[in-house]
C-alpha cells in the first residue's frame, strides 16, 4: 500500500460505493397473498334431476339434519344430498343409500313422501323404497332466498346448478408497490347452520334445528324472514300457497298442537295455523341476539339462547317460557348453559345439546328446577332426537344413538362415523 | 455452542497456515454508525469479539439495526488485514437478523395476527484502523449490507362467519450502504 495510505483508499471507497451499489441499494419487496376461494362446479339441471335418487351410499362428511321415518334415518348432508340410513337395529345402522340432492339444507316426510329443498326448489321425492328413491314434483323458485353464495345466484344461470364448490388453496406474488390489500373473501358457501334437525310428520319426528315442519297437510318452510304454506293433502304434488312475512333472522321452526313455533335470532313467534293456509301471529317472546332453536309442549316453550359465529351475542341458556296465554309468552326461569345447540324433550326428560359440553340429560318434571341427571361429554353435539329410548344424536363426529331406557346410565348403542375430508 | 466457535476459527486457522511465526490473539470491537438506502437513514450499532492470528480476526458479534425495522443481528465477524501497516482491512459480517422492539402496525380491518419474522443479513466491506497506542485503535469502515425480513398478517374478513384466513406475506429483502465508526481493544497476533 506504498504511496497509496490506507484514508485514501477508504475515502474513494465512500465514494465508490453508492456508485458501484447503487442499483442494489433497494428496498426490494415480494408479497404473497394466500387466501381459499371455492370454485363452483355445475351441471344442467337435466343432469341434476335425473341424479336424484337412490345412489350408492356415501361416508358421512357433515352430519346435517335428520329426520326418522320408522326404521329409517334420512340424514341430511349440507348443500349435496341425503344419506338413507336403515335403523333396523340402532345398535347397527347401515348406510345404505345416498341421494344426491345439491344445496339440500333441509327435509320433512309425510308418509312415504320426503320434501327437501334443492336450493331455490322444492323437491318432493317417494321414499316408500328407500333403495329406489323416486322424484315425485319439483316446485321451483320457492326459496329465492337461497343464493349460492360467492356472488353466484341461480338466476344468474337457469340451465345449470352449482353442485358442489372445490376448495382452491391459492398464494398470488406480487410486488409490494403494485397496490395494497386485495380483499379476497374467502367463500364458506353458506353461512346458514349446518346442524341438525328434522321435522315432524304423521310418521316421522325430526329435531329443533329444522326450517321444514309438517301440520295439518301442510309442509311449513322458513326462510331468513318468510313463512311459506305448503298444501300437501296429496302428499306426492305439494302446492305453494301463501307466504307470510315473520321477521328477520328466522332460524328453526317446531309445529306443536296447531302452533307453530319459530325460532329467530331476536326471539320466538308463535304462530297459529287453525287455518292452515293462513298462519296468524299469536305471540311473541323477545330475547336478546342470539340463536335460538326452541321446542315446546302444553304448558312451556324450551329456548336455548347460544352466541358464537353467525348468532353473535354473548349469551349461552335455557330460557322456560310459559304459554298458558300465548298472546303474552312469559319467560319463567333460565338455566346457564355452555353453547346449547338442538334439543328434544320426551315425556319428562329434557336433552340438551351443549356444544362441546356434550348431550346432557335433564329431569324436567319440575321446570322451576331442572335436575342434571347425566351428561354425555365426550361428543360435541349439536341437535337430538329423543323417542322410543333412544336419543339420535348429531355430533361434529358422527351419529350417535344413545339408549336412555334408565337415564342415569344411558348407554351408548352405536355410532356412524363421520369420514376425514 | 463449540461447533459455532470451530466454525468460526475455521478460516482463521486454514488461511494463516501459510502464515509462519504468527500468534494468537484476541479483540473485541464496538461501532455504531449509520445506515443509508432507499428509506430514511437510521443508526446501527455493533459488538463483537474474537481472535486474531496474524493478518485474520475471526469472531462472533451482535448489534442493533434499525433499518425499516429493528433487528438484533447475530453475525460472524471475519476480517482481513490487506497492507502490512495493518491500516485498511476487509471485512464480512454475515448472520441472522432477529426481530425486536417494533411497534404494532395501525389496527386494519379484519386483521387478526401480524407476525414479524428475522431472516439472513450480511454487512461486507473495507475499513480503516488508526492505532491507539499498541492495544487500542480507532476504525471507520464502509460497506455494503442485506437485511431480509418476513412480515405476515392474516386477515379474517368475517369475524362471525367460519371463514379460512387470508395471509399476507411481505418478504423484504433491503440493500443498504453501511457506514460505521468504531473503538477496538485486544492484543494483535504477530
Known amino acids: 500500500m506504498k504511496g497509496f495510505p490506507a484514508i485514501q483508499l477508504l475515502a474513494y471507497t465512500l465514494i465508490a460505493l453508492p456508485v458501484l451499489f447503487s442499483a442494489c441499494v433497494k428496498d426490494n419487496c415480494k408479497k404473497e397473498h394466500t387466501y381459499v376461494y371455492y370454485q363452483p362446479v ?9 341424479n336424484i335418487k337412490s345412489n350408492a ?16 334415518i334420512f340424514l341430511n348432508e349440507p348443500d349435496r344430498g341425503i344419506h338413507i340410513i336403515d335403523n333396523t337395529n340402532p345398535a347397527r345402522p347401515r348406510n345404505i343409500a345416498f341421494v344426491d340432492i345439491p344445496g339440500n339444507m333441509d327435509i ?120 311459506d304454506v305448503f298444501n300437501i293433502t296429496n302428499a306426492a304434488d305439494p302446492v305453494h300457497g301463501n307466504r307470510v312475512s315473520v321477521g328477520w333472522n ?19 313467534f308463535i304462530y297459529n295455523v287453525t287455518n292452515p293456509d293462513v298462519p296468524v301471529q299469536a305471540g311473541q317472546f323477545s330475547h336478546v341476539r342470539s340463536c335460538d332453536p326452541v321446542i315446546a309442549d302444553d304448558n312451556y316453550a324450551y329456548v336455548t339462547l347460544r352466541s358464537g359465529n353467525v348468532c353473535q351475542g354473548f349469551t349461552n341458556e335455557l330460557d322456560i317460557v310459559k304459554l298458558n296465554n300465548l298472546s303474552n309468552p312469559a319467560l319463567q326461569k333460565v338455566y346457564p348453559l355452555t353453547n346449547p345447540h338442538g334439543l328434544s324433550k320426551d315425556g319428562d326428560l329434557l336433552f340438551i345439546c351443549d356444544g362441546k359440553d356434550g348431550l346432557k340429560v335433564y329431569n324436567a318434571a319440575n321446570v322451576m328446577s331442572l335436575q342434571l341427571i347425566s351428561t354425555i361429554g365426550t361428543i360435541d353435539a349439536y341437535d337430538v332426537i329423543a323417542m322410543d329410548h333412544i336419543a339420535l344424536t ?28 | 455452542m463449540r461447533i459455532i466457535i470451530l466454525a468460526l476459527l475455521l478460516p482463521v486457522v486454514a488461511i494463516a497456515q501459510k502464515e509462519k511465526n504468527a500468534a494468537v490473539g484476541w479483540r473485541v470491537n464496538a461501532a455504531s454508525g449509520v ?131 387470508v395471509t399476507d406475506t411481505y418478504r423484504y429483502r433491503f440493500g443498504r450502504i453501511l457506514l460505521k465508526a468504531g473503538w477496538e481493544f485486544g492484543s494483535r497476533g504477530r
Not at chain 2, 443481528?73 to 497492507?83: L, S
Open chain 1, 42 to 50: 355445475f351441471k344442467t339441471k337435466n343432469e341434476v334431476r335425473a
Open chain 1, 57 to 72: 351410499p356415501r361416508a358421512i362428511e357433515t352430519p346435517g339434519k335428520i329426520c326418522i321415518l320408522g326404521p329409517t
Open chain 1, 108 to 227: 320433512a316426510i309425510k308418509g312415504n313422501i320426503l320434501y327437501a329443498d334443492l336450493f331455490t326448489d322444492l323437491v318432493a321425492l317417494d321414499i316408500s323404497n328407500p333403495a329406489d328413491v323416486k322424484v315425485k314434483k319439483i316446485v321451483e323458485g320457492v326459496f329465492p332466498y337461497r343464493v349460492y353464495g360467492n356472488g353466484f345466484v341461480q338466476a344468474n344461470n337457469q340451465d345449470h346448478i352449482i353442485t358442489e364448490w372445490v376448495r382452491r388453496d391459492t398464494t398470488v406474488t406480487e410486488s409490494c408497490s403494485e397496490g395494497d390489500v386485495i380483499v379476497f373473501f374467502d367463500s364458506n358457501v353458506f353461512l346458514a347452520s349446518s346442524a341438525s334437525g328434522g321435522t315432524a310428520s304423521p310418521v316421522g319426528k325430526g329435531g329443533s334445528m329444522a326450517r321444514f315442519t309438517i301440520m295439518n297437510n301442510r309442509l311449513y318452510t322458513v326462510g331468513t324472514d318468510d313463512l
Open chain 1, 250 to 268: 328466522i332460524e328453526t321452526i317446531y309445529p306443536f298442537k296447531n302452533n307453530l313455533f319459530i325460532g329467530s335470532q331476536t326471539g320466538m
Open chain 1, 394 to 421: 348429531v355430533a361434529k363426529d358422527g351419529l350417535y344413538q344413545y339408549d336412555y331406557s334408565d337415564p342415569v346410565n344411558i348407554r351408548l348403542l352405536s355410532k356412524l362415523t363421520v369420514a376425514p375430508k
Open chain 2, 35 to 165: 445506515i443509508t438506502g432507499e428509506s430514511a437513514a437510521k443508526p446501527l450499532y455493533q459488538f463483537s469479539g474474537g481472535i486474531t492470528y496474524a493478518r485474520f480476526f475471526s469472531g462472533i458479534g451482535i448489534g442493533y439495526d434499525k433499518y425499516r425495522f429493528n433487528t438484533i443481528p447475530v453475525f460472524a465477524d471475519w476480517r482481513m488485514d490487506v497492507d502490512h501497516s495493518r491500516q485498511t482491512y476487509l471485512y464480512v459480517q454475515p448472520g441472522y437478523g432477529f426481530t425486536a422492539g417494533n411497534n404494532p402496525e395501525e389496527p386494519e380491518y379484519g386483521r387478526v395476527a401480524d407476525r414479524l419474522k428475522g431472516g439472513f443479513s450480511l454487512d461486507a466491506g473495507i475499513g480503516y484502523r488508526l492505532a491507539v497506542g499498541k492495544r487500542n485503535g480507532f476504525l471507520l469502515s464502509a460497506g455494503y449490507g442485506l437485511k431480509y425480513m418476513v412480515h405476515e398478517k392474516t386477515y379474517l374478513y368475517c369475524a362471525t362467519c367460519d371463514t379460512d384466513p
